[in-house]
């Protein structure tokens, strides 16, 4: 007897508060003379890395980890209204990141750091720990899976078939061109806020991160044997 064969995609969707926040720094500052501009952002640089590292460590926290760029300083000859050229500025930038695993110690940290002349808070990115973010995409594959199971059922009983049989199972995409690479959404979600400048008491309440996998998956199913 044929088979129907019934193509499905399986989806499963968690939320999980954060754990963690990666928080970027950068530091610039601009005047006439590049040693003084050069001076006052290394003296900015080694005031937040000083504090950074006196926060650190690895286990315990609040800083489990931190990194920053190599000092840039350039100059430019701006144009004045009338079409001259204006002397040489400089200007200079440099960025840090640094991970917490406390979120209040990151508040009470970025209140003190923002404040600073030449100091601004980029953007707080914030994050689960390895060991939770593995456990929860394994436990989104397997709803996705379980998911494209009771959809490719309800097909077969639909149709008045019998119980479906699973053929293959991929990563979106990989199901039609199997040489393909899946393109799309992440399989987790890493949301973004943005941390206001200045002080002031910032209090920090991120959304719950979204955790989600798709998969694409083939069954078949015949019609049931007839009983005599």
Sequence with gaps: M?????TVAGSHQLRHNPERARVRIGIGFEGSKRDSVLAATR????????????LLDEEAGPVITWHSEEIRVWGQRPWSQDGTRLPVEFHSA???DAEFDDFEAL?????VVSIREGIAVDGIEWLLSEETKAGLESEARQG????????????AR????????????SDPGLLENPGAVAHGLPLAAMARSAAPAGGGGMELRPSA???????HARFSAASPVARS
């Design 2 to 6: 044929p088979e129907t064969i019934i």
């Design 43 to 54: 003296a900015a640089h080694e005031s937040l890395t000083g504090s950074l590292e006196t």
């Design 94 to 96: 440099v960025f840090l």
């Design 107 to 111: 508040s009470e940290w970025i209140d």
């Design 144 to 155: 996705a899976i379980s998911d494209a199971l009771t959809k490719a059922g309800e097909y």
């Design 158 to 169: 639909a149709l008045g078939l019998g119980e479906v049989t699973p053929l293959s199972i």
């Design 209 to 215: 991160l979204v955790i989600e996998a798709t998969v």
